[in-house]
């Protein structure tokens, strides 16, 4: 295998605090990295590189591990244009909506839907993403909740089982009976295409009860809980997610001083997700409480055609800094190797020597930029897998 060398980078992240400056970012200043295949294998002063078959000058730019973005819900048909504008006019977010999408996928093709989740990963490649999550829950049937992740997994392994996104319109008068199909037929036909199982354990959604059996009927199958949590209101979500060792907890934007405890105490991620909140006007969450508490935190974006249509990790990242009381630093590692955490992944969200070699060149002299520039397209290059893809 060749081997590649970016030199003179300006500021490196690595997300190794034995590396560089001690931090949690592990910062090395006038860096190189050297890539080998789909790896990164040596890291350090670019004065101090080793000879390689290529080199590439980073001309004095910052260089970050790609975003991992551990929550998204892509595998959708439909436009949900109507729902924003009259939210933006006053009228308050409900769960509702999700049922609209339902509709519009359920009448779309394989390869309309393909489509949509390859364009929608593209957009994010483009802004630095190279490890995206996305899940099912706009089809709500067996059939359709299925063919979802079939859809998804052509296009990433991070595949999560949705079918407990709201109860079906199906099924509108008979909840415990939808719980039972999603829990039993749906569940079989669904394992064997995804990784994860999730639940939205919100008022209008599921509750506690509701969440924790089809969660352990998940694990039973082998897929590990994640869930959506204390989006909308205060409510079980964090305990159960903590109670059972889910990956991570999604939204964690209603939270006790025993949920921010549980959290701080446990391995499961509180992962904030910006962009609902601002495209929903509601309340921020407080990610320096969470951090104070010793919580892992990771960065996602949600997006999804409802209430968080943004592919855009840096966009996320300017959003924490400015008004969720996050440093520029804590949003750079919550949405790289904090993201990696949420999806229990250690060969992503960093740059060492045996990571996989996802790499993101910044046209600026530091990562700051991202949060300092907001809304200025600043990645300059990317490599997922050692391979140059922008």
């Keep these: 295998m060749t081997t590649t060398a970016v030199t003179h980078i300006a500021s490196l992240v690595t997300n190794d605090p034995s590396l560089g400056n001690g931090t949690p970012l592990g910062l090395i200043q006038d860096a190189a990295v050297v890539i080998e295949g789909d790896r990164v294998v040596w890291t350090g002063e670019s004065s101090k590189a080793p000879a390689t078959d290529n080199v590439l000058d980073a001309a004095g730019r910052a260089m970050i591990p790609g975003f991992v973005d551990s929550h998204s819900h892509l595998v959708f048909a439909g436009d949900r244009t109507q729902e924003f504008n009259a939210r933006m006019s006053g009228q308050p977010y409900t769960a509702g909506g999700i049922r609209t999408t339902v509709a519009a996928t359920r009448q779309a093709s394989d390869e309309q839907l393909s489509d949509n989740v390859a364009r929608y990963l593209a957009e994010a490649?483009?802004?630095?993403?190279?490890?995206?999550?996305?899940?099912?829950?706009?089809?709500?049937?067996?059939?359709?909740?299925?063919?979802?992740?079939?859809?998804?997994?052509?296009?990433?392994?991070?595949?999560?089982?949705?079918?407990?996104?709201?109860?079906?319109?199906?099924?509108?008068?008979?909840?415990?009976?939808?719980?039972?199909?999603?829990?039993?037929?749906?569940?079989?036909?669904?394992?064997?295409?995804?990784?994860?199982?999730?639940?939205?354990?919100?008022?209008?959604?599921?509750?506690?009860?509701?969440?924790?059996?089809?969660?352990?009927?998940?694990?039973?199958?082998?897929?590990?809980?994640?869930?959506?949590?204390?989006?909308?209101?205060?409510?079980?979500?964090?305990?159960?997610?903590?109670?059972?060792?889910?990956?991570?907890?999604?939204?964690?934007?209603?939270?006790t001083d025993a949920d921010v405890d549980a959290l701080g105490q446990g391995d499961t991620v509180a992962t904030l997700l910006p962009g609902a909140e601002f495209s929903t006007r509601a309340t921020w969450p407080d990610a320096r409480r969470l951090l104070d508490a010793g919580a892992i935190v990771a960065l996602s974006t949600d997006c999804n055609p409802g209430s968080s249509f943004t592919s855009s990790m840096p966009f996320c990242i300017a959003l924490a800094v400015r008004d969720m009381g996050m440093t520029p630093d804590e949003a750079l590692w919550s949405a790289t190797a904090g993201g990696a955490a949420a999806l229990r992944r250690t060969d992503i969200g960093r740059i060492t020597p045996g990571a996989r070699a996802d790499l993101v060149l910044l046209d600026a002299p530091s990562h700051v930029h991202l949060a300092y520039r907001p809304g200025v397209p600043l990645v300059s290059a990317v490599w997922r897998g050692g391979e140059r893809v922008e």
Excluded at 130 to 152: F, I, M
């Design 125 to 255: 490649l483009r802004q630095g993403t190279t490890t995206l999550e996305t899940k099912s829950g706009y089809g709500l049937t067996v059939e359709d909740e299925a063919r979802a992740l079939r859809v998804a997994s052509r296009h990433t392994d991070e595949v999560t089982y949705l079918g407990a996104h709201v109860v079906s319109p199906d099924y509108a008068d008979d909840p415990a009976g939808y719980v039972d199909l999603v829990t039993g037929p749906m569940l079989d036909a669904c394992a064997p295409h995804a990784r994860w199982i999730d639940v939205f354990c919100e008022r209008g959604a599921f509750d506690g009860d509701q969440a924790r059996a089809i969660l352990t009927a998940g694990r039973a199958k082998g897929l590990h809980p994640r869930i959506h949590a204390n989006q909308l209101t205060y409510g079980p979500g964090v305990q159960l997610a903590v109670e059972l060792d889910a990956a991570s907890a999604d939204h964690c934007t209603h939270l």
